[in-house]
């Protein structure tokens, strides 16, 4: 049979400088096809380029749309006129995206950015279009499809605006869907209905699916074929059951080996005996929010984002955190850190944080250098501004002010080279700023600006959810030495559960600000007590 | 290793390499600071007295110290006039010579021995003609646009100075502090500028001082809004939260850390400041309200334009600098503002 979208030797260059390196790859009719890569592989540039929407690219190549029906014949889309192809896109070939909140347009109710689709691509009058909107809304599964189509994008949970996002590429039937990581901005739970849905209106329409990702439990589950792509290369493709059981290709291999393993000491200390590095009670979070109405004009109300949490982090362990976002686990994360006014009893080492713990009071001085942090993304974390030097030895000079600049100078390089990070590899190591250094270096100097105090907690807030598969591994890896070598302590904050896995000794589960469940990780994981934590399961292993 | 020097430039030397890259912005700061470096040494340009002089065997320096007129043959003890047709001539003689400004005119100099009534329009002796009181229109530009740079320079650093500091506090603190700044800011902002600044000319004696003041007063606001709205974004990023939790202190995470990442927006206003600045000294001294009487000043060479409309040299020329300067502030405003966008690409 004729391939739906039949491509060849695709390449993509911005200026002279060439992105996708001439890759080939075919689509059938209702196939389920994805394409996997990290970031900078050039799969979402690729995808793309398909409908020829890359900014200030020049493509080559060819991209041939096999015709509506078998006796018309192909048509190369990378020779269409401007105005044929905004007639393919939409129609023939739509396209989802990663974050459905920005790519609706908050202004406008959601039912009517579908009915301006069907207005413009099928020449239906308004109030066909809205009808069919609210139809097209419901086959998504969206409860209350008609109240839902008067609302605006924020109005929406996150799942329920890509559900209105697919509502929208499907509204003309195109045969071809390029989803670009439609699940990665969702949380676990959701993920599967998303991916469920996708499934049964691909069947239901007959359209095929472009899925791009870079997580290959998603691809594992969804695909039928796989396209493995490296720097702008494709390196491997075939069928899902056959790459993943005998990967030919050394990346592939690597891909696929990239699954955190654990490698911790599973007791390190008696924890009865050891005093807890983090003993919390009744720990209690909430944040004032506005109030409507005359009422608000006088006082505020207050958010619980935590409440009743109690947890113990004895030395040289690992207490992990899961929860969905909104869960309130980052709260807990900064006021383990001082870093906002809570209720309860919280000790560090045994003594609380004194007064106004926003406060840098030398007592609160003290339990700074035991409480460290390392955050998510660390685009965000570094400031752009300041030199290696300046970031990593900003610790030293709160804490050890006496030290004169060559002594600062040689603890720094001491803790760069504790993570990985060497003169010899980087030359101007110090006089770097943080734009030369990939995601994956990045996280490595958060975590030796920590390190430098010599502290002995880390509290780690989605250490290497901002990080490709293969450096993800490589990040866990080190955290597994420090903790080893060290003795550190790690409150592990994250939603990925085979981090967890991985890590934790213990686990606590949390949902809408409480705890629902907490236990050694072995109990959580493979005998989960609470429903929330089943089903939390159930959606990472499906 | 090529890429590890380029890549270890820091942003804002990347910013600079990106600003020379647009030529029509680079070369506008070029010829804006050569005109603004020329204007400082006005008095070697323009000048009413000779740099130098010889005469008979002795050598004098008019510039810095003044002369009887007795010492070059006159008739009186009084400051030597110097475009005095005797003068001149004494000056001529064998033996004696003196080396003029290229433009022997100050900013103030009446010439008693013009030779057409004024204002006079361009001709060999006044290149750009005079303005109604016999003055020379070169000089007039050339000391009024130094004059306008300076005040220009003034005014946009103490406006900025002010809009970042209250812009920080605001920002950073938010809250309560917030809110105080804002509604002082609301009510200080409805506050009628013009006149205020009508009533402390009549009050007070005008001067470019006082003029100063009164603008910087008011000129802070619009940037405090930016700076804060900065503060705001950057006060929340993990880097300053990661600065928390080593217990840095305010003022230093203020000035370390979002400070360098807040200044884009007031880096980019500055040249606008600038020609805005420049404009309201101008209008200023258009309505009478600016410069006290005597400064050469652009914008009351634009009311002289205005009064004798048929000395069209005095308001084309004044017209002239006015757009050069302008246009030129522009272009770098234009330039600076593509160097820091954080969307552009560092090819």
């Known amino acids: 049979m004729k391939p739906l979208l039949d491509v060849q030797d695709l390449r993509v260059a911005f200026g002279d400088k060439e992105v996708v390196h001439g890759i080939s790859f075919q689509i059938a009719q209702g196939e389920k096809l994805a394409l996997v890569g990290e970031s900078g592989s050039g799969k979402t540039i690729s995808a793309l380029a398909l409908l020829r929407l890359v900014e200030g690219g020049t493509l080559g190549g060819s991209v041939h749309l096999s015709g509506p029906t078998p006796s018309t014949g192909d048509r190369n889309l990378l020779s269409f006129p401007e105005r044929d192809m905004r007639a393919i896109r939409g129609q023939d070939i739509a396209m989802i995206f990663q974050e459905p909140m920005t790519a609706l347009n908050p202004l406008i109710t959601v039912g009517r950015q579908i009915a301006e689709v069907l207005q413009l691509k099928k020449g239906l009058t308004r109030a066909e279009a809205a009808q069919e909107s609210v139809r097209l809304l419901a086959q998504t599964g969206i409860p209350e499809p008609e109240r839902r189509a008067q609302a605006y994008p924020y109005q929406l949970s996150g799942g329920q605006r890509q559900r209105a996002m697919i509502a929208m590429a499907l509204a003309c039937s195109p045969r071809l869907l390029l989803a670009d990581e439609p699940t990665t901005a969702l949380d676990v739970t959701l993920r599967g209905q998303i991916l469920d849905l996708l499934d049964d209106l691909r069947q239901q329409n007959g359209m095929a699916v472009l899925m791009i990702t870079h997580d290959l439990n998603l691809v594992r589950r969804f695909a039928d074929r796989v396209i493995v792509m490296e720097n702008g290369h494709i390196v491997e493709q075939g069928p899902v059951a056959e790459v993943f059981a005998h990967p030919q290709h050394a990346y592939t291999k690597k891909l696929i080996d990239s699954r955190p393993v654990r490698d911790v000491v599973e007791q390190p200390v008696n924890p009865s005996q050891a005093t807890p590095m983090l003993q919390a009670q009744g720990l209690r979070v909430g944040y004032p929010v506005p109030l409507g109405g005359v009422k608000g004009w006088f006082r505020k109300g207050e958010f619980v984002a935590v409440q009743g949490a109690d947890f113990t982090l004895p030395p040289g362990q690992t207490l992990g955190v899961v929860g969905e976002s909104g869960s309130g686990k980052s709260t807990l994360a900064l006021a383990a850190l001082g870093l906002l006014p809570h209720g309860g009893t919280l000790r560090v080492l045994g003594q609380g944080w004194a007064g106004n713990s926003l406060q840098n009071t030398p007592a609160n001085q003290a339990l700074r250098r035991v409480v460290q942090v390392v955050f998510q993304d660390p685009f965000s974390s570094l400031s752009p501004r300041l030199t290696v030097e300046e970031i990593v030895g900003e610790g030293l000079k709160v804490h050890q002010p006496g030290l004169t600049t060559a002594q600062r100078r040689e603890q720094v390089l001491a803790a760069l080279a504790e993570v990985g990070l060497t003169e010899a590899q980087f030359p101007g190591l110090l006089e770097r700023y943080p734009h030369a250094f990939s995601g994956g270096q990045r996280q490595r100097l958060a975590i030796a600006r920590a390190l430098i105090v010599q502290p002995q907690v880390l509290v780690l807030d989605e250490p290497t959810s901002a990080l490709d598969v293969t450096i993800q591994k490589q990040v866990l890896v080190l955290l597994q030495r420090l903790q080893r070598d060290k003795g550190l302590a790690y409150l592990l904050i994250t939603h990925d559960v085979d981090v967890i896995r991985a890590m934790a000794h213990q686990v606590l589960v949390m949902k809408d600000g409480t705890i629902v469940e907490a236990g050694p990780v072995h109990q959580v994981l493979d005998a989960p007590q609470h429903p929330y934590t089943q089903r939390l399961l159930a959606a990472t292993l499906a | ?347």
């Open chain 2, 1 to 347: 290793m090529k890429p590890a020097a380029t890549a270890s430039l820091s942003p804002s030397r990347r910013a600079w390499q990106r600003f020379k890259r647009n030529r029509l912005g680079f070369w506008s700061l070029v010829a804006f600071s050569v005109l603004v470096l020329l204007s400082l040494a006005a008095e070697l340009l323009s000048n009413e007295k000779p740099l130098l002089v010889h005469y008979e065997g002795a050598i004098y320096t008019p510039m810095w110290k003044d002369y009887p007129e007795t010492t070059f043959g006159g008739d009186f003890l009084t400051p030597t006039d110097y475009l005095d047709p005797f003068i001149q001539e004494r000056l001529a003689r064998p033996g004696n010579w003196a080396v003029h400004a290229p433009n022997p005119y100050g900013p103030k100099t009446l010439n008693y021995f013009a030779k057409a009534p004024n204002p006079s329009a361009p001709s060999r002796d006044n290149w750009l003609g005079t303005d109604d009181r016999g003055r020379d229109l070169l000089a007039q530009l050339i000391y009024g646009f130094r004059v306008s740079v300076l005040f220009a320079l003034a005014l946009t650093i103490t406006g900025t100075l002010l809009g970042v500091v209250t812009g920080a506090i605001q920002g950073y603190f938010g809250g309560k502090t917030d809110l105080a700044f804002q509604r002082f800011i609301e009510i200080w902002g409805s506050m009628p500028e013009l006149y205020l600044l009508i009533i402390f000319s009549a009050v007070f004696a005008p001067s470019v001082a006082l003029l100063l003041v009164l603008l910087s007063l008011f000129g802070w606001m619009g940037l405090s809004d930016y700076v804060r709205a900065e503060f705001l974004r950057n006060r929340q990023l993990d880097y300053v939260k990661a600065a928390r939790a080593l217990g840095v202190g305010n003022v230093q995470i203020m000035w370390r850390h979002i400070l360098p990442n807040s200044l884009t927006p007031v880096v980019t206003f500055l040249p606008f400041r600038m020609s805005a600045a420049i404009l309201a000294l101008t209008s200023l001294d258009f309505l009478g309200l600016g410069v006290p009487p005597g400064t050469p000043s652009l914008g009351e060479l634009l009311a002289q334009g205005k009064n004798n409309i048929d000395a069209w040299w005095i308001s084309l020329s004044t017209f002239a600098v006015l757009v050069v300067t302008l246009l030129l502030l522009t272009f770098m405003g234009d330039a600076l503002r593509d160097a820091l966008d954080p969307r552009k690409a560092d090819a």
